[in-house]
């Protein structure tokens, strides 16, 4: 399973990127609007960090407005992946994206018939929101079980990208259920590195060793 991050800060691309770890990166409206600033030389400098997928959202609401957008920021790296909404207005633009040659990334995907829709136009990814899902008080993973049977039955090329993680129990199962990607919050993939038994286990060797020294002197 690949791994993204859920972000539009550059800091945070570049600190996972050095680790090895990242494949992508996702960005979203919101995101974007925190860091402020000029968002496509953002974009543009996370693509050169990533060197991977990297999602950038339309914001128009029609087609002709979504893929104008879309082809914008497809100009600006060749990594880019553009995001359009579930719609049907998104998906006469995907289908037009796709047919010119770009990759889309369908979001805000909540039911599994909105994911083999999005996959019929060509979507190259859909994105399930998990953790909105959860916070309505339904499991998100349920859904992403779902799309993963039905991708497999119909043999779609279309990648099941897991998203609105909020947890690494989110990582733990997509990775379980066969998804293609999951993109996390930086702090997210903190928490996956985490465990206090490896803390305890490195102090106590360090322990033993630098004993073992003094008592040779
Ligand atoms: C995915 O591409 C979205 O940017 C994101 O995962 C939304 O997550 P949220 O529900 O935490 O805002």
Redesign the pocket.
């Known amino acids: 399973m690949k791994l993204f991050v859920?972000t539009g800060n550059l800091k945070e691309v570049e600190t996972l990127a050095q680790l090895g770890i990242l494949d992508g990166v996702?960005?979203?409206p919101?995101?974007l609007a925190k860091e402020g600033g000029d968002y496509r030389q953002i974009l543009k400098q996370i693509c050169q960090t990533v060197k991977g997928p990297v999602?950038a959202e339309v914001v128009a609401t029609d087609a002709a407005g979504m893929v104008r957008e879309g082809r914008d920021l497809a100009a600006i790296d060749e990594h880019i992946i553009i995001k359009v909404p579930f719609t049907k207005e998104g998906l006469k633009a995907c289908r037009t994206l796709t047919s010119d040659g770009h990759r889309v990334n369908v979001?805000l995907i909540f039911s599994p018939t909105q994911a083999w829709l999005a996959a019929k136009v060509g979507a190259a990814y859909v994105?399930p929101?998990v953790?909105?899902l959860d916070d309505v008080g339904t499991t998100g993973m349920h859904l992403v079980r779902e799309i993963v049977d039905i991708f497999d039955n119909a043999d779609f090329a279309t990648e099941v990208l897991v998203?609105?993680?909020r947890n690494p129990i989110h990582v733990v199962e997509a990775a379980r259920m066969g998804a293609d990607v999951v993109?996390a919050?930086a702090a997210v993939i903190e928490q996956c590195f985490r465990h206090p038994l490896t803390d305890i286990g490195l102090e106590r060797f360090l322990k033993d060793w630098e004993k073992a020294q003094a008592a040779r002197v």
Request: glycine share 6%; hydrophobic share 25%.
């Open positions: 859920d996702t960005t979203n919101s995101l999602s979001t994105s929101f953790g909105r998203a609105s993680v993109t919050p």
